[in-house]
């Protein structure tokens, strides 16, 4: 782009204005350079550029009138001019269009579209200015420029008039030159110009609309779209400043600003204007109020029920109309509220109903991060594993209600004895967790036992000892060789069941990466295996392929794990994940799992629910819950695209990455209804070919390793 920057020559003080920039925008370099020297001389600051392209990269908020030859190459001056009309932050700059052409329909065309006025070319020295001026609201200088009555073609006869309203009106104006005539122009042009500032201010309103749908659809935070609504207010509404209040309980805070300082929370019901807002949501309907300082405050509302407020300081000269704000504040108001709807079901779908506190799922979203953040820097975290002791009793004994009661005051207690930064979370039925970061065992030990006496007091207080209710605390800190968010837990866990075994009411240790086999093995497990044995009989009593399929699986899984460098804890969860990765097939209807046909996409779907089948299906029972994640896991892919979560990388667990391999091999070295079993070499191509993607590629060798 080539665009020619002529300096301003005359003394601006002569003209008693501050220098305004025009774009002059013309293929024709003598027509342009005349037009640049005329107004240049006049105190303007000209820019000319040579054809639409280089206008529209040259168009910005700064520029105070358009000079726009109608006939260029490329793209023609009306395009532009149209281009600008739908765009909030150019819609508003003057444009005169200055053309040879005389054809009446093209000219009538380019006033519809918002030119302020025509300049017929070749361009005559006093018509340009007294346009100009009118056009940046310096008026006329008759001493400079001629009189008015010389150069405006509304106040001379009709000789004077642009050729398209000549023809447009007709020649009777030309031999009648009445004054009346002429009135009578002036208000068709101040209707088309009042027109035109309507279309402008549509043009606007479309655009913040569509606007303000892409942000909602992008799943924006309340925040941004808050901010997104007070931007496009500037533009649509012509505000200066802005705030946008949202109730929080009895007051109103200010969810962003616009030009202002941040407000105080204000009362809602004190005496200030968007306290009165709130009070009248359902009355004011889309009106608004205003005080004496030109601050309105618009309610934002949706179905009469309130989302915010939204409090603008207008211009007194160009104030929008009443119309314009309305529809603008609905479609704001809708944003808003599906912004802040979207944002409480995130919520609800990470926080126990009961406690307030996170669930396993918040939980797993905000200890992965923490995590990967402790290892990069090297860094310290540490977690506990809370469980309520004898707490069945209390549901026996009192009832669920009182049961309930106790969990909302240990969740309480937890939240209150800890530091902001550490996380808390209800883990199950009784238990819970909680992270804490930069915090090595030592310190996390004399956290924990905070806890235990905190609780333990809270509850004798609150049942006036009535219920002995004591907790138990397991300790597990970050491995500097392992850690992952399911083995922390884990570990911290099987301290707590070590505690458990030990009398209750006490803390016990654990760290991750010098875990004793005796010790990880919950004791329900290691008297009574029969959970697991009747489960697998149970799915081959319905299709035999999948309990000899499981068998198989789980005995491959705790081979590779033990060739991966794996600990006894990891071993032993990595076989009996393999025994139980199919369980969910149980509920599985027999025509899918026996059919002879690859499966259609229906019964791919059906197929593909087994996951959360099982997973839910060994949650529920205290002798395989600690399989629920790994169930549940099992058909993710290491690149993301598995289901049901889309997990990636080191999000899988371990050991359902490793079943998810000897899952894939098991399959291929099997014959089935449709196809026969793989030869080795085709086996080996294929594990290899979906390394990085389906598979972990470091589990894939250890696979190989182990079969050859």
């Known amino acids: 782009m080539e665009i020619v920057e002529t300096a301003a020559a005359q003394d601006r003080q002569a003209t008693g204005f501050e220098s305004e920039r025009i774009l002059i925008v013309d293929d024709d370099p003598v027509s342009a350079a005349l037009a640049s020297r005329v107004l240049t001389r006049e105190g303007y600051d000209c820019q000319i550029a040579q054809d639409g392209d280089e206008a529209w990269e040259a168009l910005g908020p700064d520029v105070s009138l358009v000079l726009l030859d109608v006939m260029m190459p490329g793209k023609s001056g009306l395009e532009v001019l149209r281009r600008m009309r739908i765009d909030p932050i150019l819609a508003g700059i003057p444009v005169l269009l200055a053309t040879s052409v005389t054809d009446p329909a093209i000219q009538l065309r380019g006033l519809g579209l918002g030119a302020q006025g025509i300049v017929p070319k070749p361009i005559n020295r006093k018509d340009l200015l007294v346009r100009v001026r009118k056009a940046t609201g310096r008026g006329t200088d008759p001493s400079q420029v001629g009189s008015t009555e010389e150069s405006d073609p509304l106040d001379g006869d009709a000789s004077d008039l642009p050729v398209d309203l000549r023809e447009i009106f007709g020649t009777g104006l030309e031999d009648s030159g009445t004054r009346t005539d002429r009135l009578t122009i002036r208000q068709l042009l101040a209707e088309r110009e009042a027109l035109n500032r309507r279309l402008d201010a549509g043009y606007r309103l479309l655009t913040a609309i569509l606007r303000l749908h892409q942000m909602v659809g992008a799943g924006l935070a309340p925040d941004r779209i808050a901010t997104g609504i007070l931007d496009l207010a500037k533009n649509v509404l012509d505000a200066s400043q802005a705030i946008l209040w949202v109730p929080h309980g009895r007051e109103l805070h200010s969810l962003a600003v616009l030009n202002v300082a941040e407000p105080s929370p204000v009362s809602r019901d004190g005496a200030s204007l968007p306290s009165r807002v709130t009070r009248e949501w359902s009355t004011l ?243 009574t295996p029969s959970a697991l044995r009747a489960l697998l009989r149970t799915l081959g009593s319905r299709h035999p392929d999948s309990e000899s399929h499981s068998v198989a699986v789980g005995a491959l899984s705790a081979r590779v794990a033990r060739r991966m460098g794996c600990g006894a804890a990891e071993i032993r969860v990595a076989g009996q994940g393999g025994l139980m990765h199919d369980i969910g097939k149980l509920y599985v209807p027999l025509e899918i799992l026996n059919g002879t046909e690859p499966l259609t996409s229906d019964e791919r779907e059906t197929m593909d629910q087994h996951t959360n089948t099982g997973a839910d299906l060994v949650d529920s029972l205290p002798e395989t819950r600690h399989l629920t994640d790994l169930v549940r896991a099992s058909q993710e892919h290491f690149d993301g695209k598995g289901y049901p979560d889309g997990l990636a990388g080191d999000e899988i667990p371990l050991t359902a990455r490793i079943i998810s391999v000897t899952d894939a091999y098991h399959a291929m070295v099997s014959n089935r209804p449709y196809r026969s079993a793989l030869p080795r070499d085709a086996i080996r191509e294929e594990l290899r070919r979906y390394a990085g993607t389906q598979f972990d590629p470091d589990v894939v060798e250890a696979l190989l390793a182990v079969i050859a």
Request: net charge negative.
């Open 285 to 527: 309907q889309g009106e608004d109020v205003v005080d004496g300082e030109r601050w309105s405050h618009f309610p934002l509302s949706v179905a009469s029920e309130g989302v915010g407020v939204l409090s603008l300081r207008l211009s007194a000269q160009r104030p929008p109309s009443r119309t314009l704000s309305a529809l603008y504040c609905a479609e704001a108001a809708t944003a808003l509220d599906a912004s802040l709807r979207l944002r409480e079901a995130q919520s609800e779908a990470l926080t126990d109903p009961l406690t307030g506190l996170l669930n396993r799922r918040g939980l797993d979203q905000q200890l992965s991060p923490l995590l990967n953040h402790a290892r990069s820097v090297g860094g310290q975290l540490s977690v506990l594993f809370v469980d309520l002791d004898h707490f069945k009793k209390v549901n026996d004994e009192f009832g669920h209600d009182r049961g309930d009661a106790i969990l909302r005051l240990v969740a309480g207690t937890l939240s209150r004895l800890v530091r902001t930064v550490d996380v808390v979370a209800r883990y199950g039925g009784d238990e819970f967790v909680v992270v804490l970061p930069t915090t090595d065992t030592q310190t996390a030990v004399r956290v924990a036992e905070r806890i235990r006496e905190g609780v333990s007091t809270a509850i004798r207080s609150d049942a006036a000892g009535t219920i002995p209710i004591t907790v138990t605390i397991g300790v597990s800190s970050l491995s500097e060789s392992r850690g992952r968010a399911s083995e922390v837990i884990a570990a911290a866990d099987q301290a707590m069941l070590k505690g458990k075994t030990s009398g209750r009411n006490r803390i016990e240790t654990l760290n991750t990466g010098e875990v004793p086999e005796s010790a990880v093995v919950r004791p329900s497990l290691v008297g």
